[in-house]
C-alpha cells in the first residue's frame, strides 16, 4: 500500500513538471531611496517660485521663462532660468511617476540631497564631446510625483569632459538643495 500511495505521488509529482509552467511576474528593483524627511505636496506650486531672487542673483539668472512639457505621455510643468553671463541654463520639472522610474540598477547612482535620495544617470547620458555639459537629477519628494532639477552647459566645457560633466552635476546638487528648500516652506 506504501508503495503504491508513494508511486502516485512520484508519478503527480512528475506529471506538475511537465505543460505549461507558471512564469512569476517581473519583479521591480527594490526602492533604492532612503526615507523621506517628509513628503512635499507638488499641488499649485508656482515652480518658478523655487528660486529666490537671492539664488537667482547667485546664478547671474536673467532670463525665466514657464515651460510645460510631456514626459510618459502626461503634462510636466517646469520653470527654466538661464544665464547669458555664464551660459548656464537651470531648470525645475515636475513629473507624474515616482523617481524610482528613472532608476536603473547597476548604472544610476543614488545621490542623497537633505535628506531625499535623487537618481544620477551615468554620465555618458545625454553628455558627448561638442554638446554642453548636462545633469538631471530626479528627487523622489513623493509616492507618485518627481522633482526634476537640470543643469546644463558651462563657460567653455565639453560634454565630452568627464571633469564638465561633474562640475554640472556639482551644481545640479546645489541647485536641487536649493528647489527642496523652497518647496518644504
Request: glycine content about 10%.
Amino acid at each position: 500500500m506504501l508503495v503504491r500511495v508513494l508511486g502516485a505521488v512520484v508519478v503527480v509529482l512528475a506529471l506538475g513538471g511537465c505543460g505549461s509552467a507558471v512564469t512569476p511576474p517581473p519583479v521591480a528593483p527594490p526602492n533604492p531611496f532612503p526615507a523621506r524627511p517628509m513628503s512635499i505636496d507638488l499641488s499649485g506650486v508656482d515652480l518658478c517660485a523655487t528660486l529666490t531672487d537671492e539664488q537667482k542673483r547667485v546664478r547671474a539668472i536673467d532670463d525665466e521663462f514657464e515651460n510645460t512639457a510631456e514626459v510618459a505621455g502626461k503634462p510636466s510643468p517646469g520653470c527654466l532660468w538661464g544665464s547669458s553671463r555664464t551660459q548656464i541654463g537651470y531648470t525645475v520639472q515636475i513629473i507624474e511617476a515616482p523617481a524610482t522610474v528613472a532608476w536603473t540598477p547597476g548604472e544610476s547612482r543614488l545621490v542623497v540631497i537633505d535628506g531625499y535620495g535623487a537618481v544620477r544617470a551615468p554620465d555618458d547620458v545625454d553628455n558627448s564631446p561638442g554638446r554642453d555639459p548636462f545633469c538631471q537629477l530626479p528627487l523622489d519628494v513623493s509616492d507618485n510625483q518627481t522633482v526634476r532639477v537640470q543643469v546644463t552647459g558651462s563657460p567653455d566645457a565639453d560634454g565630452g569632459d568627464p571633469a564638465a560633466v561633474e562640475a554640472a552635476c556639482d551644481r545640479a546638487v546645489g541647485f536641487a538643495r536649493d528647489v527642496l528648500g523652497n518647496l518644504r516652506r
